[in-house]
Each structure stands twice: as C-alpha cells, then as structure tokens.
C-alpha cells in the first residue's frame, strides 16, 4: 500500500507511470509530474477508470474514501462513473437555476395576465430587493434565513408594504422551482409570520386649508434636499395626480408644453382601474396643464430631459423615482411637523375640499362634476369614459390655472427652486 512519503518522492520520468495502492486505486504520475488518483474497475464485464482528482488536493485518505464509496455503488448495481457525469449534471442544473433565473421564468410566463404597469412594477421591485441579496444563489438553495434578510433590508426602509408583495413576489418563484422540480418547500411561506404587520388602513393625512397647504409648499422647498423631490411634490400638488402617476411619468406623455394647450396624456395602464381596462385607450386621463405645471416639468427638462423619466430613481437613472422619496421628505422637514397632517396623496383631497369650497362661492353649477373629472372619478363604463375623457375640458383647464394660482401665490417659480441649490 501507498504511503504518503512515497507519494511526495514520486519525480516525473519520460514515460507516466503509476503507483498502485490497493483495491484497483492507483497514483498517476504523468511526464511533467503531476499526480492524479484513478480506480480501476470493472462494470459489466468491462474495465472502466474513474478520476478522483489531483494530489495533494485530495489527500491519499481521501482518495481510499472514495474508493470505498464507489465499491460501495458497484456493490448496488450502479456504476460510479455514470453517478459522477449524473452528480456534476446536477450541481451544474443547480448553478444554472439561480433564483434571479427562476424569477425571471415565473415572470415571463405570468406576463400576459397583468398590466403592463403591474407587470414593470413587480420585475423592478426584485431588480432592486430580491436579485442583489439572493439572485446569484441556486434557487433550491434559498432559505428562510435568505428571504427575511432580503426583507429585513427593504423593511428598515419603512416600506412595509413593499416588503410584503416582495415576500408574495418570492412565493410564485418558490412555487414555479417547485412545481418544476427544482426544489421542495416554500421559505416565503414561513417567512410571512416573521414580517413586521402591515400598517392598519387609515385615511391618508391631508391639509385642506389653502394657506397650510402654501406653507408646506414653501417648508419643502427652502429645506435641504434634492430639487427632483421638491419639484415632484410641487407638480402632485398641482395637477393632483396620484403619486404613482407622478412617480411613473415619462417625457412621452407631455404634449404641446410650448402651445396654448399643455396636457399630461396619462396612460391607461398608469391608472388606477380595473385589470381589463389598462389596455383599453378610452380610459387614459388627460391632465390639462397650468403654467405653473408647465414651469415645473420645463424646469425638470435641464435636470432629466435626457432620461425616460421625468422623476427618475436617484440610483438608477433608467428606473422611476421610489415610492417613499417625496413623502420622505415631506415627514423629515421642520423635524416632522408634517409627519401626520399630510402626504403625497393627500394633495388630492386638498384639491377637492379647497376647489369644491371655492365653487361654491365663484363657480359655476357644474363645477362639482369638473372636479372628480380631474381627480378621474369617472365611471368604467366605456361609453361614459369614452365621454369623459375629452368632457368639460376648457373648464377644467381653467380650473386647474385658478387652483395654481391660488396655490403659488407669492411661492418662488419652479427655477428657483434649483437656484436655491445651487447658491
């Protein structure tokens, strides 16, 4: 039998030779005298040769080991050699069928059930969470462990409502390997009693009286902060737009900015409505736009006007602005004043209140139903939408000018707002 120090002495020659331990197990020594374990064997009445790996990268222990453990196979009908070719298939499976390559298999098949908003929403929230933390890792891999720490990381955040359509998001993928024998269990599924509660659904905080609602305005631009956040609030307080919509707008959806009649055309898919009406082009929602609107998205153009976005991810220029920048900033200026008295979506409810008081006094009979127009209040009807959608226009194109108005009055123009940065 071999011994190591036979092992360490063994020099090249002109010709490989071996040095046999026993049970068919034997050392190569080859002409630049590299070593290499090898088990000779019979399998089916024919000599076969199975590697086992360099020396000393496995020891002569080791080798012995698997040498037992092939006889050990031989002895129950198999051959070792087609269990190696068989094991190394598996592990390279294995690498191949990473979670970020399952998840990107679920989505493509999912696809065609959602909208193409809910679709871009779900694929760059695991671009931006899931994939960096866990995607490299064999699907059949992820733990529990994995999951709640890639959770943990968007919890920390404060988007818990995020972390839990991601942790949903896990489930598919988890499902789909299962389903497809890449793994057994679900690890999104234990994880879910460990995430923290989703909020209770309260009513959004809003402020309704017209100098309040100025004095935000002013309080967020003279803080410290970026000027795409200040000037991404400003335009949702304008136009009164959901703030995905503000979020998601892109410079393909603003028309005739130098004309006499702007509009923001707010795709179907963007808004909020059914899943089978996203696709269906009578129900986009046309903003008309105030100067002062216009002033803000002019005044982006020297910022962005060279990305899709208007409002883009401060990271990742291809990507939108995240759902927390603007309320973010909203709770963190003058040392949380604003923290439970108003938000993003609160400006809807400011605009509603402040222009139905206002029409009561000054406007006109009809003004009510102008206003849920340009909150896109409208019915899913499709004849109704198709009516609504271009209905009471040069009305709501007033006012949206008598709302800026009262809303800007003695507030720096959207320039100064990057002025003020730059000094």
Known sequence: MLTDVQIKKAKAEDRPYKLRDAGGLFLLVSTKGNRSWRLKYRFGKKEKLLTFGSYPEV???????????????????????????????????ASSNTFEACARQWYALNRPRWSDW????????????????????????????????????VERRGAIE????????????????????LRS?????????????KPRATKQPALTDLAECRQLIYDMEWERGSPITKLANRLIALTAVRS???RNAMWTQFEDLDGDAPIWRIPPAAMKLALKLKDDVTYEHIVPLS????????????????????????RYGHRPMTDNAVRGMMIRIK????????????????FATIMNEWRRTDGRPDDREVINLMLAHVSEDKVEGAYNRSQH?????????????????????????LEGLRH
């Open 244 to 246: 995905a919509v503000q």
């Open 59 to 93: 020891s002569l222990s080791r080798a012995r080991e698997l040498r037992e453990a092939a006889k050990a196979t031989l002895r129950e009908g198999r051959d070792p050699a087609v269990e190696k070719k068989q094991e190394a298939a598996a592990r390279t499976l």
């Open 335 to 350: 040392d949380g004043l604003y923290r439970h008295r108003h938000c993003p979506h609160g400006w809807r409810s400011a």
């Open 393 to 417: 226009m040069e009305r709501r194109r007033e006012l949206a000018q008598i709302w800026a108005d009262m809303l800007l009055e003695d507030i720096q123009p959207a320039g100064d707002v």
């Open 185 to 197: 269990g679900d690890p999104a599924a234990v994880v879910k009693s460990l995430l923290k509660p």
């Open 118 to 153: 809910h679709a871009k929403n779900i694929i760059d929230s695991m671009e931006a969470d899931l994939f960096p933390v866990i995607g490299a890792i064999p699907v059949k891999d992820v733990t529990e462990a994995m999951l709640l720490d890639a959770l943990r990381k």
């Open 291 to 314: 100067r002062q609107a216009v002033d803000v998205i002019e005044t982006m153009r020297n910022l962005t006007g060279h990305l899709p976005y208007v409002f883009p991810n401060v």
């Open 162 to 181: 995020t972390a839990h359509r991601l942790r949903q998001r896990a489930s598919g993928v988890f499902s789909y390997a299962a389903a497809g024998g």
